[in-house]
Structures are given as structure tokens and as C-alpha cells.
């Protein structure tokens, strides 16, 4: 991805020779000089131009900026081309703008998503863009004022045509209810640029952390009450503090970046968006603990999650961010992004040092915990990408801002991830204790197309499947257990009726089942025999037995396996078993699946009163199972059909009744 | 030192010191499967697990090292019913090949631990002290060892006869195709089972669904259709 | 807890069997725990209404029988089916293979009158059986050790295990001296650990229900970096692991009365020992078995090699495994070591320790095999023989032992720095010497700290008391 230059001065260059900072000679006040400089000389055109540059950043050249989200939600849907476009546009019409690549800002609905803003006009975002309509987007905004074909405006100037009739983006459902703590910058900074992140505010956290003690730092965290949002939820402050006291030299941070869950994407985010937050957070907390090097573990599958955060690494680097004496603070501390061999079981702190360490990704029985015996037995903090990048800007922003937010035990925001048959599906931010129905129904819209809600499985393959009734419960990291979910890492699936909820419990246990790391016989053997009594069910091959059987099994991997892959791989079972015992006993004691989804417990018939005796059914079936009957209509051969639904989709009248 | 309850028993012990270890101080007994001391200290096969009354969790005792206050229960029934599950579990992934096993005939510590718990599904021919040239099997002799519950310690076979079958035949498919098999590679027929086999499990319809299943397999085998997919 | 004895159909052979228990079931009659207060055997008939306990023996023949069986049933708290015709339908049930008009003809008067069926049947067919004792008696200790459960509460069910074999693809790896048998693996890891602790010759691979051991890309165990030493052998708790046998061929040859040598590792009659739970006699117990096998002459022997006395290194590998090992890891030391021991005559079975063995010509036997060569032998009627010939001499020259993966390296390592140039070396691989041998007993935690305690008190004990002993084989006794 090349970076879109801004021509001239970088914030990040010394503005004139008579500028103190040298990476051998570093300078404590960099960070704040970078935007309010220069301080260490007194130049009024050196100002000047660092607030020229500022304002280029954030405005762009000219004042024109045209931002085009690059994330992989955008890139999926062709944001690549978009971009290209739009630069072949802007050079044909010869314009001086600013072109600029940034992350997702959790509208993947309407990826591919553009921002336009010009001096005196409102910004309009403008979403489903395609490289042909590019050109008429640039005709309308630049030339005509006209921001009728908007998605949404971040405000009204009074001057722009059709303003009114767009709504602001603040008020769209989607986001009225975020608050956008974290990821604030999400969608509005180059994630490639150091630069555009510091002109935004970017590493003041750092600069006010390295001005303080590492106690102090942990006692501000400790106020935020901030805890770890993997999914644990064990206090960050904490686990800082133990791995802090523990003995042993030297000590590491990890960021966790391993996000394994199916349909999870909230560090995929983060990381892609605004990786130097991340960054911060890890420097931030490697100062708090003492540690001297640090790795980022990232899942090798999310490349451009894994190539943001190496360029953000390397131009820390450059930039004096990592190294010796960092900002003469006497701290030193050094990065290293490594990509993980590709196991979910990596995202499980032990099974993640092995893997650094070069060894099989296993997990190894606890206690010792990492905060004491960690990577090569030295202490080690783990912390997950948005616990970091929570933790830059508390240090940044002051812990009150954020604990204003979220619940008695769970302060501040988390970021959401709803997947699945909703009709806006997307990453949200919302304050803990947000509700499942306020976070379905209000800002994901609800069900798609006319179809009806019957349950969300939350916290990915660890967490349960809840049915209505549980709607009202608010996401936190207690409210869930007692209906047998978990919050996890904030991975919402929305399952409507169109879905057999017995073949989305295979379908999770499916995916534990490939990941388990073998190590553990309940885990290893456990989730097969759930896997093969789940498959003959939907077979029609379910015996009386075989709820028992799973949830004995459940309950054994529950009890007895080594690590939370295990522990937490029956919960889909076992939430489904609780809230929609009835399908599952459909499936065995009538051998019939309730939301026709199971091939093997489907029967296809033709209906006589309506056929017409036209046989499209009988030249479209594969295998030859439908035959003219003597009154001229079509009758199905049961034992021959395979349940393909060809006949259903090429009949006229609708006459294939499936049962 | 540290102050650990087992089994409602105290005790005061070394701080590093397993529960396994600390309950064996107390004259408790946890079984084990994959342990050693100081060779394998991993915790892979589950069966040591005991509950912490405390957290309400079930932790591994040969590698959980006991802290202040700790409280376990080593016995009880949610401790021994998933005992019960990790063997039947082993016994899924572990399959049935006493005849030729260099464990059987006592020294097979599957066999000790189904039995404590209830477990049945492992043959006589674990119990067996008859070893490669000496089996029964092997002299020409109809031993119904293969198809036979173990619980017997192999009372037969320690006087050279053969077994006649008396615990009754194991169920599973897995373990009767093996047997036909094993029954098969020595030139002994259904027939010559059959005799044996009424004697002790006579009872219709459990004698018939048996015969049906066993027939089946000396079938497939006759026709050589030893198609390798798994048991039914 | 009281309980009732009920027979059926049957022999009264089971309450007999229950009778054979003596002072164990004495015990829990003194300690007021049980009490029988039913049983037409035992003449106890006290007039209960309800049973904690019912033992039923005997399989149900009659319509009176479904009736008394039901009524019994409803009385119990618990019932219990002993031996197989409760459980099974027993002999009784041979009925159904005769024809019934001649036994009609015989049992004539009480045909009718019970209302007999045709067949046999199982206490289960009628009413819910909580427990069930099998066999023909039934085992008496599980009814002990039944009722001990039943008297301290402690949860136990009886089932058949519900799962069929869930592995697809499972791996063989072969070797000459040693195999893997991968549908036996239960992959609990611990001949992986053991590996990694001498060469890392096997590791895991795949992942979740596919996880099994393995060589690197799935190679026979001789092409790996596999020694043969057997440790992984010796700790395997299935037998998944297991050496090349030749139990089968000693067999045919003793049957066929081939006159056969046994040459005997001390460490093999320790081992032996231990197994046995014997005192100090056990050379003579051993030979007395040996003979009693078959074997014409039994020679206790420790491994001889011819070294030629020279004045640069030599290094003696104790087996084959040591020898492989210094080809493989360090050959440029190759040209200092000589043959390890062997035995060259089809007359003679080596008894030995070391299962690296198996890879040198000649019948080769672990201690594992001959214990099971042994095992129908009554050790309790032999009489002590002893050896026809006692071959132990030392080497006649001093040698520097290496006794263990550690210390082998450590010295080969100061060979090649150069800080040893001469003299005669000594290799033993295994930790802790060849008692604890690729091919001895399986081992459990008990004995090994048995033998760690002895083998203190030998160290601590006077050169005297060493002297004139058959080293560490009697001192463990």
C-alpha cells in the first residue's frame, strides 16, 4: 500500500538546524513538540509551517481531502479499485487534494465507504461507492456543493445543497449509541503514517507516562478500573502489578493480536486502523512493568493486520519511539512483531509462549502463571490489542473519562463486533452494560429481510447461544455466566429462523474440534464424539441417549480440560441443549429438522393440487428421482432424492412442498 | 509450610509440593495414568483430577501445586464421574488389542482403573498371563477370551483352560471385530463360538442380536470385505 | 444394612462364593455394618418388610419367579444380580437349546405347576437391577469391594463404555528393535518427554483427534535419530510403544526341545525380583524357572567385550543404542570405539536389560519378555537351583563409566576439547545405569523409589559388605 505523501516537512523531521533532537541525543520533550513546537528554539516561521503541516494533515491540501476506507472489510468489497479511481479522477481534473488511505470506522455494511470534506462545506461520507460513480461523487461535492447522495454528514455549514435531507452521522442508528473512546481515529487517520496519528493527538499517553513512575502509572490505571478485553477480564493494573514485583530479568510484554474467534474482528480493527494506539498501549505497559523487549503475536491469516502493525513497529523505531533511552526517560525497550504458525489455540497465553519460544503451540498446566514464569521462564504481561489501546488513551485522556462509562465492575467502553443475519453488520463501541437488545436490534437494525430473531451466540466458539429471553441481559463480564454465555472478546453472531440451531452448534464445535492442540484428552477426544453425535442427529441417525451423552461429555470437557479451548468449546452445545432442547429432540425422536435446513431430514413433495404437470421439476432434478404420475402431475421419489432443492427452485408454481 | 484439606483431612506440607503428593502423606490414594514422578509431570491424561471446593474447579493433582487453605475433594461423585468419562474417552481412542498386548495379564493399568469405576468393555485377554505362543488361540483351543468381559483377573487361563465365557460378551462392535478376526486367523469358525457362547448368555433377544452381529463380521470376513471405515 | 439373599433359577454357588469371603464378610458382620436377614441357604429369615440390600442369584425361570422378583424389588433399596445367572440367563438357560417335550417328560409334576418358560432370563428383562456381579461364581472381591462402596457412599455405576472408536487415520512407525502401534496411542505424552531427554526422535503431530506420535515425516524409527534404547518402551502405559517380540520363537524352540543356554544379566534378576516380590533367593528361584522352561544350561553373565589393550582411547559402547549414537552424533570419534558386546551361537538367549540389543544377531530376550515367558510358571513350588556357570568378571583395566545421557555427552564433549586423550570409556545411555534399562519391567512409582532407597544404603554400606556379592541384584534383596 503506498503511502499518499504530503509534500515537504514531516512533523516527525527536526524543523531547522537549530533543533536540539537527535536520535542519539534524544529529547524529552519530542512527542510535544512535534505539534506545539518548536520548543527547544524559538521560530516563529518554524511554527508556522509545523501548523501548516498540521493543518494539511487534518484538512488536506487545499483544504480538499478525499479519505477512502482500506480495511479488509473495504478491500473485500473493492476499496482497492475505488482508490485507484479516485486518484485517476483527481490527475485527469488536475486537482491538488489530498488523497488519503485509512482504516475501517465500523460501518462494514456500507463499505466501500469515502469521505469528501472541503473548506466551508460539511464532510460527506458517501458509502457503496464504486469506481464508476467516482466521478460523479467529485462533480457533485466539488463543483456543485450537492451532498444529496450522501450515507451521512459528520456536520451541516448551511452552504451545501440537499444538506437537510441527509442525516448527520451522529444520529444514524448506527452510531448514535457508540461512544467512539478507542477508536476514535478509526477511519479518519492514514494508518500507515506516525505522523498523521501524532497530528491527531497521537502519543500523548507515551509523553505523559514517561513523565511519571511506573507505580504511578499502574495506580492510574488501577483507578480507570480498566480490565483486560480478551475476554478474561482480569484486571490490567493487576497483572502489571504481579509481573512487576515477580523476580527475574528480563521481563516481556505481549500483545495478544492472535484473534482466532470466527467472526470476530475487533482487533482486526483497531489494528488496521490505528496500530500506532496499540503500540503506545504496549510501550505504555512494558514502562509499568519494567520489561525491556516486547513482542506483538499476530495470527499470520490477518496479513494486513500483521503488515499495519510492522510498519507502525518499524517507524516507532525510526522515530525513536522504541530503542535506548527512549525520549531520555532511561527507558529502553524494543519491539518485535512475529506471525503466528496459524492455531486459534495460540490466542491462549501459554500455548502463545511456546509458540514465541519455537516450540509445538500447546498450552501448559497453570499455576505457574506467565506474570511470574512466562516466555523462557522469565516474567511476562499479555495483554490484548484493545486492552492496549485502551490504556494509551487513558494515560492520554485521564482515567475519569473513561470510567465514566461502562458498570460498577466493568468500566469503560468495549468494541462489538455483530455478525451474521442483522441488517448493519459491523464493529460497534458502546459502553459496557450495553444490552443485547440495544446492540441487535437498535444498532445492527434488527433481523435482515423480514426474517425472525431466534438467538445470538455471543463470545464467539467460547461463549453460549441465547435465545429472546435473554435479550435484556447487558453485556458485561458477569451478567452472561448465569445464562451460560460468556462476553468474550465482543463477537456477536445473530442467528434467525432461516438457521437449525442444532447445525450452528455443529458448526462451532466444528471449528474447536480442527483447533483443539491435542495435547488434553478431553479436549482432543471430546470435541470429536460431540462432533459425531451432533452429525448423526442432523442425519436422522439421533438416538434417546444421545442428549445425555452430550451432555456428559460437555460437562467432562468442561471439568477436566487444560486449558479455556477446552473448557469453553461445549458451551454452544450445552446453551443450545438449555434454550432449544425441542429441535434437538425434533431431530431425533421425529427425525424432522424444524427450520428445513438438514438435508438428510428434509422430504421434498410436489403438492397436487398445484402442480401443473409442466416437469421443469423432473428435467432439472440431478439424479432423476421425479416421475410423471398417471393424472399427468409429478410425484417424487423419496429414496432417490438427495435433497438438492433444484426441483423446489425450478418450479413455477411453487408446488415442491419440503417438509 | 503450607496448610492443606483433603478429603476433610488436614495436613502441613512443603510449599512446591503437588496435591498428589500432599494426599499421598495422608495415606489418599489418587490414581494416575500419564504420571511419573520427575519423568512426566504434564497433566495430559485428566484421570488424577480432584475438585477445589473453593473455586468449584476440577484441577490435575499430580501438577497443581497446593497454595494456603486449599480444599479438595478426591472422591466424590462429580470427581469420580468424570473420572469414569476420561476412561470411557481413552477406550475410544485406544483400541481393543489385548490378545497381542505386552501389558496383559496384569500389568494393564486401563484395566485396574475401568474396574474401580465401573467401566466394562476391555476382554478377558487383558487379564490373560498367556502370552504369543501360548495362547489358547494359538494351541487350536475355542477361548471365548476376546469377546469376554475382564473382571476375572483370568482365573481360567492361570490353570490353561480356556475361557468358557461366564462375565458375559462385550457389546461393542469394535471389540467383537476384532475378536472374529483373531477367530478367524486361527481357523476357529462361528459354529465352534456359538457352542460356547449359548451356554452362559442363553437369554433371547440379547443372544440372537449378538449372534446377528457377530455373524456379520465372520461374513465380511469370509468374503474378505475388510473395508477399513469404521465401526458401526 | 440389611440384607437378603434370593436364589432363582441356580446352584447356590454364588452365596457360596459370597460365604468364601470368610473374615472379610466376618468383619462387616462383627462391625454391625451388614446383617443377613434373609437367605433360605442360611437359614436366616427374619420377618423384614423392606431390604437395603437384596442379592439375587439365579436367573428367573417361572411366572412365579417374575412375580417374587418384582415383589423383592419393590422391598429393596438396592439390588444387586450375582454371577451370570442373574445377570445373563446362566446355565439354566441351556434349556433353550434342548427340546423341551423330554424335558417335559422328566420334570413332568413341576412343569405345570411353576409355570416354567422355555428359556432362561436375566433379572434385568423384569425389574431395574442397580448393580450386577458377573461371572460363573461370580468374583467375590467385586462383591466386596461392592458393598464397601455401598457402605461409604462412594458414587460407582457400572456401564458399558458408550463411545465406538473415534480415530480415523491413526500411524504405525516400525523399527527393527521397537514399533509403534498407533491405534494403541492414547498420546498422553510421555515417550515424547523421554525422547526429547536422549535424542527427540519422536515428537507429536497433527492436531486435535488426529494428534498422534511420530518420527519426522513419518520415517521408520531406524532412519530417525532413534538409538533403540527403549526408553519410550519402558514408559508407555498401553503398550503402544513395545519391542520387536521374540517370546514366540523361544516358545517353539523350548517346545521342540532344542537344548538352550540362558545367559543372565544381573540386572535382569533384580528386575525379576522386584516383579516378584521375592527375598534373597531369588537366583535360585530364577534358574529353577528357566530350567523349569526349558532351558538346558543358565549362565549369569555380565557383558563381555574383547579390548585389545592399547595406549591411545577406546571407547566401549555397553550396547548397540551407545554404538549408533556416537555414529550419528559424534562420528568423528567413531574410529575409537569398539564392537559393543554380542553373542554369536543360535544355542544361546541373551536375558538381558537393554533393548538396543534386539539390533545384534542372535535370540535376544528383555527382562519385559521373560517375565511373560514366565508368567503361568507357580513360582511357590519351585526349588532353588543354582547357575551352571557364574560369568562376571571385570574388565581388567580401569575404564571412566558415563553412566547417562548427561554424562555420556560431558565426556565424549572432553574427548573432542581434547582434555581426554587416553584410556578406555565406558558408555551407558540410560540414566541411572542398565537397571533401568530400555527392556526392564514396567515401572511404577513405588518401585523406583525402592530401589533409589536401597541403592543408598548400598553406597553408604563397607567395601566388606560389597565384597563377595552379586552386586546390586542381592544387595535389593
Known amino acids: 500500500m503506498p503511502l499518499d505523501v504530503h509534500n515537504g516537512l514531516s512533523l516527525m523531521d527536526a524543523c531547522c538546524s537549530q533543533c536540539n533532537h537527535k536520535i542519539e541525543r534524544p529529547c524529552k520533550d519530542y512527542i510535544t513538540c512535534r505539534v506545539n513546537g518548536p520548543l527547544c528554539h524559538k521560530d516563529v516561521e518554524c511554527k508556522e509551517r509545523r501548523l501548516r503541516r498540521i493543518s494539511e494533515i487534518r484538512n488536506g491540501k487545499g483544504g480538499v481531502k478525499i479519505t477512502v476506507g482500506m480495511g479488509s472489510c473495504g478491500l473485500a468489497v473493492g476499496a482497492g479499485e475505488v482508490y485507484h479511481a479516485i486518484k485517476k479522477e483527481v490527475k485527469q481534473r488536475g486537482l491538488e487534494v489530498s488523497i488519503v488511505p485509512v482504516g475501517c470506522m465500523g460501518l462494514c455494511y456500507a463499505e466501500p465507504l469515502v469521505e469528501i470534506r472541503k473548506d466551508g462545506l460539511p464532510h460527506a461520507i458517501y458509502s457503496k461507492v464504486t469506481p464508476e460513480n467516482v466521478g460523479k461523487i467529485l462533480d457533485e461535492y466539488l463543483n456543485n456543493g450537492d451532498v444529496s447522495n450522501a450515507f451521512a454528514l459528520r456536520s451541516r455549514t448551511g452552504n451545501a445543497r440537499g444538506e437537510n435531507k441527509v442525516p448527520l452521522l451522529e444520529e444514524i442508528d448506527f452510531y448514535k449509541y457508540q461512544v467512539k473512546w478507542v477508536t476514535r481515529n478509526c477511519g479518519i487517520i492514514n494508518p500507515e503514517s506516525i505522523e498523521e496519528y501524532i497530528a491527531h493527538g497521537g502519543y500523548l499517553g507515551l509523553n505523559r507516562t514517561l513523565k511519571l513512575s511506573p507505580g504511578e502509572v499502574i495506580e492510574e490505571v488501577k483507578r480507570s478500573g480498566l480490565r483486560g478485553r480478551g475476554g478474561a477480564g482480569f484486571p490490567t493494573w493487576l497483572k502489571w502489578d504481579i509481573c512487576r514485583k515477580a523476580q527475574g530479568e528480563p521481563k516481556y510484554v505481549i500483545c495478544n493480536a492472535d484473534e482466532g474467534d470466527p467472526g470476530a474482528f475487533m482487533n482486526r480493527m483497531l489494528a488496521e486502523a490505528d496500530p500506532h494506539r496499540v503500540l503506545e498501549g504496549l510501550i505504555i505497559a512494558a514502562y509499568a512493568i519494567g520489561a525491556t523487549y516486547g513482542y506483538i503475536f499476530v495470527r499470520a491469516e490477518k496479513a494486513l493486520m500483521a503488515e499495519r502493525l510492522e510498519k507502525a513497529v518499524d517507524e516507532a523505531r525510526r522515530y525513536g519511539f522504541l530503542g535506548k533511552n527512549i525520549f531520555n526517560s532511561g527507558f529502553n525497550f524494543n519491539v518485535e512483531v512475529v506471525r503466528s504458525a496459524?492455531?486459534?489455540?495460540?490466542?491462549?497465553?501459554?500455548?502463545?509462549?511456546?509458540?514465541?519460544?519455537?516450540?509445538?503451540?500447546?498450552?501448559?498446566?497453570?499455576?505457574?502463571?506467565?506474570?511470574?514464569?512466562?516466555?523462557?521462564?522469565?516474567?511476562?504481561?499479555?495483554?490484548?490489542?484493545?486492552?492496549?489501546?485502551?490504556?494509551?488513551?487513558?494515560?492520554?485522556?485521564?482515567?475519569?473519562?473513561?470510567?465514566?462509562?461502562?458498570?460498577?465492575?466493568?468500566?469503560?467502553?468495549?468494541?462489538?463486533?455483530?455478525?451474521?443475519?442483522?441488517?448493519?453488520?459491523?464493529?460497534?463501541?458502546?459502553?459496557?452494560?450495553?444490552?443485547?437488545?440495544?446492540?441487535?436490534?437498535?444498532?445492527?437494525?434488527?433481523?435482515?429481510?423480514?426474517?425472525?430473531?431466534?438467538?445470538?451466540?455471543?463470545?464467539?466458539?467460547?461463549?453460549?447461544?441465547?435465545?429472546?429471553?435473554?435479550?435484556?441481559?447487558?453485556?458485561?463480564?458477569?451478567?452472561?455466566?448465569?445464562?451460560?454465555?460468556?462476553?468474550g472478546s465482543g463477537g456477536l453472531v445473530v442467528i434467525d429462523d432461516s438457521n437449525c440451531?442444532?447445525?450452528?452448534?455443529?458448526?462451532?464445535?466444528?471449528?474447536?474440534?480442527?483447533?483443539?492442540?491435542?495435547?488434553?484428552?478431553?479436549?482432543?477426544?471430546?470435541?470429536?464424539?460431540?462432533?459425531?453425535?451432533?452429525?448423526?442427529?442432523?442425519?436422522?441417525?439421533?438416538?434417546?441417549?444421545?442428549?445425555?451423552?452430550?451432555?456428559?461429555?460437555?460437562?467432562?470437557?468442561?471439568?477436566?480440560?487444560?486449558?479455556?479451548?477446552?473448557?469453553?468449546?461445549?458451551?454452544?452445545?450445552?446453551?443450545?441443549?438449555?434454550?432449544?432442547?425441542?429441535?434437538?429432540?425434533?431431530?431425533?425422536?421425529?427425525?424432522?429438522?424444524?427450520?428445513?435446513?438438514?438435508?438428510?431430514?428434509?422430504?421434498?413433495?410436489?403438492?397436487?393440487?398445484?402442480?401443473?404437470?409442466?416437469?421443469?421439476?423432473?428435467?432439472?432434478?440431478?439424479?432423476?428421482?421425479?416421475?410423471?404420475?398417471?393424472?399427468?402431475?409429478?410425484?417424487?421419489?423419496?429414496?432417490?432424492?438427495?435433497?438438492?432443492?433444484?426441483?423446489?427452485?425450478?418450479?413455477?408454481?411453487?408446488?415442491?412442498?419440503?417438509? | 509450610m503450607v496448610r492443606v484439606i483433603i478429603d476433610g483431612k488436614e495436613a502441613t506440607v512443603e510449599d512446591g509440593t503437588t496435591v498428589l503428593e500432599a494426599a499421598k502423606k495422608l495415606g489418599i490414594e489418587i490414581p494416575t495414568l500419564c504420571y511419573f514422578p520427575n519423568v512426566f509431570e504434564e497433566a495430559t491424561c485428566r484421570i488424577c483430577v480432584v475438585e477445589d471446593k473453593k473455586t468449584g474447579k476440577m484441577i490435575p493433582s499430580c501438577a497443581f501445586p497446593v497454595s494456603e487453605g486449599l480444599n479438595v475433594e478426591t472422591n466424590n461423585e462429580r470427581v469420580r464421574s468424570d473420572r469414569k468419562l476420561a476412561l470411557e474417552v481413552i477406550l475410544a481412542i485406544h483400541k481393543i488389542k489385548c490378545q497381542s498386548c505386552p501389558r496383559k495379564g496384569g500389568r494393564c493399568e486401563l484395566l485396574v482403573l475401568c474396574k474401580e469405576y465401573g467401566v466394562e468393555g476391555i476382554p478377558v485377554c487383558a487379564e490373560?498371563?498367556?502370552?504369543?505362543?501360548?495362547?489358547?488361540?494359538?494351541?487350536?483351543?475355542?477361548?471365548?477370551?476376546?469377546?469376554?468381559?475382564?473382571?476375572?483377573?483370568?482365573?481360567?487361563?492361570?490353570?490353561?483352560?480356556?475361557?468358557?465365557?461366564?462375565?458375559?460378551?462385550?457389546?461393542?462392535?469394535?471389540?467383537?471385530?476384532?475378536?472374529?478376526?483373531?477367530?478367524?486367523?486361527?481357523?476357529?469358525?462361528?459354529?465352534?463360538?456359538?457352542?460356547?457362547?449359548?451356554?452362559?448368555?442363553?437369554?433371547?433377544?440379547?443372544?440372537?442380536?449378538?449372534?446377528?452381529?457377530?455373524?456379520?463380521?465372520?461374513n465380511k470376513n469370509n468374503k474378505n470385505e475388510w473395508f477399513d471405515e469404521g465401526d458401526e | 444394612m440389611k440384607i437378603a439373599i434370593y436364589k432363582f433359577g441356580s446352584c447356590s454357588g454364588c452365596t457360596i462364593e459370597m460365604l468364601n469371603l470368610s473374615e472379610d464378610l466376618l468383619k462387616m458382620v462383627y462391625n454391625k455394618e451388614v446383617e443377613v436377614v434373609f437367605s433360605t441357604l442360611l437359614g436366616a429369615d427374619e420377618k423384614c418388610e423392606n431390604y437395603d440390600i437384596s442379592l439375587i442369584e439365579g436367573a428367573i425361570v417361572s411366572e412365579g419367579d417374575v412375580a417374587t422378583i418384582k415383589d423383592i424389588r419393590r422391598r429393596s433399596k438396592i439390588l444387586i444380580a450375582m454371577g451370570s445367572c442373574a445377570v445373563l440367563g446362566g446355565v439354566p438357560g441351556l434349556r433353550r437349546f434342548t427340546n423341551e417335550d423330554e424335558v417335559?417328560?422328566?420334570?413332568?409334576?413341576?412343569?405345570?405347576?411353576?409355570?416354567?418358560?422355555?428359556?432362561?432370563?436375566?433379572?434385568?428383562?423384569?425389574?431395574?437391577?442397580?448393580?450386577y456381579v458377573r461371572g460363573c461364581p461370580m468374583n467375590r472381591y467385586e462383591l466386596l469391594s461392592l458393598l464397601e462402596k455401598i457402605l461409604q457412599n462412594v458414587w460407582f455405576k457400572q456401564e458399558e463404555r458408550r463411545f465406538p472408536f473415534i480415530r480415523e487415520k491413526t500411524l504405525d512407525i516400525e523399527g527393527t528393535a521397537l514399533s509403534l502401534d498407533g491405534e494403541k496411542c492414547i498420546t498422553c505424552g510421555r515417550c515424547v518427554k523421554v525422547c526429547q531427554e536422549i535424542v527427540s526422535a519422536i515428537d507429536y503431530i497433527n492436531r486435535s483427534i488426529e494428534t498422534t506420535v511420530s518420527t519426522p515425516f513419518k520415517v521408520k524409527l531406524d532412519e530417525s535419530s532413534c538409538i533403540s534404547c527403549g526408553q519410550c518402551t519402558l514408559y508407555c502405559p498401553v503398550g503402544a510403544l513395545k519391542e520387536r517380540s521374540s517370546v514366540s520363537e523361544v516358545q517353539r524352540l523350548l517346545k521342540s526341545g532344542t537344548r538352550l543356554t540362558a545367559?543372565?544379566?544381573?540386572?535382569?534378576?533384580?528386575?525379576?525380583?522386584?516383579?516378584?516380590?521375592?527375598?534373597?533367593?531369588?537366583?535360585?528361584?530364577?534358574?529353577?524357572?528357566?530350567?523349569?522352561?526349558?532351558?538346558?544350561?543358565?549362565?549369569?553373565?555380565?557383558?563381555?567385550?574383547?579390548?585389545?589393550?592399547?595406549d591411545n582411547l577406546t571407547i566401549i559402547p555397553s550396547s548397540e543404542a551407545e554404538a549408533i549414537y556416537i555414529q550419528r552424533f559424534h562420528p568423528e570419534l567413531s574410529k575409537y570405539m569398539i564392537e559393543p558386546p554380542k553373542i554369536d551361537s543360535s544355542s544361546v538367549v541373551w536375558i538381558t536389560s537393554c533393548l538396543a540389543r534386539k539390533l545384534s544377531r542372535g535370540l535376544i530376550l528383555t527382562t519385559r519378555e521373560l517375565i511373560r515367558l514366565l508368567s503361568t510358571l507357580d513360582f511357590g513350588i519351585l526349588t532353588e537351583k543354582s547357575f551352571d556357570e557364574v560369568k562376571l568378571n571385570e574388565l581388567n583395566f580401569k575404564t571412566n563409566k558415563a553412566v547417562g545421557i548427561q554424562e555420556v555427552e560431558r565426556i565424549l564433549m572432553s574427548v573432542n576439547d581434547g582434555r581426554l586423550r587416553e584410556g578406555a570409556i565406558e558408555l551407558y545411555i540410560c540414566n541411572r545405569g542398565c537397571l533401568y534399562g530400555g527392556g526392564q519391567p514396567y515401572l511404577r512409582p513405588e518401585i523406583t523409589m525402592k530401589r533409589e532407597g536401597l541403592l543408598a544404603q548400598i553406597l553408604s554400606s563397607t567395601e566388606e559388605e560389597k565384597r563377595g556379592s552379586l552386586g546390586i541384584m542381592e544387595a535389593l534383596f
Not at chain 1, 431430514?601 to 416437469?615: A, E, M
Not at chain 1, 423446489?648 to 415442491?656: F, L
Request: hydrophobic share 35%; aromatic share 8%; proline share 5%.
Open chain 1, 342 to 487: 496459524g492455531a486459534f489455540v495460540c490466542g491462549e497465553e501459554t500455548a502463545m509462549l511456546a509458540a514465541i519460544e519455537g516450540r509445538r503451540a500447546m498450552p501448559r498446566q497453570r499455576p505457574p502463571y506467565p506474570a511470574t514464569h512466562g516466555l523462557f521462564g522469565k516474567p511476562t504481561t499479555i495483554n490484548n490489542v484493545e486492552t492496549l489501546a485502551h490504556v494509551a488513551t487513558i494515560m492520554a485522556e485521564g482515567w475519569e473519562k473513561f470510567a465514566r462509562y461502562g458498570t460498577e465492575r466493568s468500566k469503560g467502553t468495549k468494541v462489538f463486533c455483530i455478525t451474521g443475519c442483522a441488517k448493519r453488520t459491523g464493529a460497534a463501541e458502546v459502553p459496557i452494560g450495553t444490552t443485547i437488545r440495544e446492540l441487535i436490534f437498535k444498532i445492527a437494525g434488527g433481523i435482515r429481510e423480514g426474517r425472525k430473531f431466534k438467538a445470538v451466540q455471543i463470545g464467539g466458539p467460547s461463549g453460549g447461544c441465547l435465545p429472546e429471553s435473554a435479550l435484556d441481559l447487558p453485556i458485561d463480564y458477569e451478567s452472561l455466566t448465569s445464562a451460560g454465555a460468556i462476553m
Open chain 3, 104 to 131: 417335559k417328560s422328566v420334570y413332568v409334576e413341576d412343569y405345570s405347576e411353576h409355570k416354567y418358560f422355555s428359556e432362561a432370563m436375566p433379572v434385568s428383562r423384569f425389574v431395574k437391577v442397580d448393580y
Open chain 1, 501 to 659: 440451531i442444532v447445525d450452528v452448534a455443529r458448526f462451532f464445535t466444528t471449528f474447536t474440534m480442527a483447533e483443539a492442540c491435542g495435547k488434553c484428552l478431553p479436549c482432543r477426544a471430546g470435541s470429536k464424539i460431540l462432533y459425531d453425535t451432533l452429525s448423526r442427529i442432523i442425519d436422522g441417525g439421533g438416538l434417546e441417549e444421545d442428549l445425555e451423552v452430550l451432555e456428559n461429555v460437555s460437562k467432562f470437557m468442561k471439568d477436566a480440560s487444560l486449558c479455556a479451548l477446552g473448557q469453553t468449546a461445549p458451551n454452544p452445545v450445552l446453551t443450545t441443549l438449555k434454550y432449544f432442547r425441542e429441535e434437538y429432540e425434533a431431530h431425533i425422536n421425529e427425525k424432522r429438522c424444524p427450520a428445513k435446513v438438514c438435508k438428510k431430514l428434509l422430504n421434498y413433495t410436489i403438492d397436487k393440487d398445484v402442480c401443473i404437470g409442466c416437469g421443469l421439476c423432473a428435467k432439472n432434478c440431478p439424479v432423476e428421482a421425479i416421475f410423471k404420475d398417471i393424472d399427468g402431475k409429478y410425484y417424487i421419489d423419496a429414496e432417490r432424492c438427495i435433497r438438492c432443492g433444484q426441483c423446489s427452485m425450478a418450479c413455477p408454481r411453487g408446488a415442491v412442498v419440503k417438509r
Open chain 3, 263 to 310: 545367559y543372565v544379566e544381573p540386572e535382569v534378576l533384580a528386575a525379576l525380583g522386584e516383579e516378584l516380590n521375592f527375598d534373597k533367593r531369588i537366583s535360585g528361584i530364577a534358574v529353577a524357572a528357566l530350567k523349569k522352561l526349558g532351558f538346558e544350561k543358565v549362565i549369569l553373565w555380565r557383558p563381555q567385550v574383547t579390548v585389545r589393550m592399547q
Open chain 2, 128 to 218: 490373560c498371563p498367556l502370552h504369543e505362543e501360548d495362547c489358547l488361540l494359538a494351541n487350536g483351543e475355542v477361548c471365548l477370551g476376546p469377546l469376554t468381559v475382564a473382571g476375572c483377573d483370568g482365573i481360567c487361563m492361570h490353570s490353561n483352560r480356556s475361557c468358557e465365557g461366564c462375565r458375559g460378551p462385550i457389546m461393542r462392535t469394535d471389540v467383537i471385530k476384532e475378536a472374529v478376526k483373531l477367530y478367524s486367523s486361527h481357523g476357529i469358525t462361528l459354529e465352534n463360538i456359538l457352542v460356547k457362547l449359548g451356554r452362559y448368555y442363553s437369554s433371547s433377544p440379547y443372544y440372537d442380536s449378538v449372534v446377528k452381529v457377530i455373524a456379520q463380521f465372520f
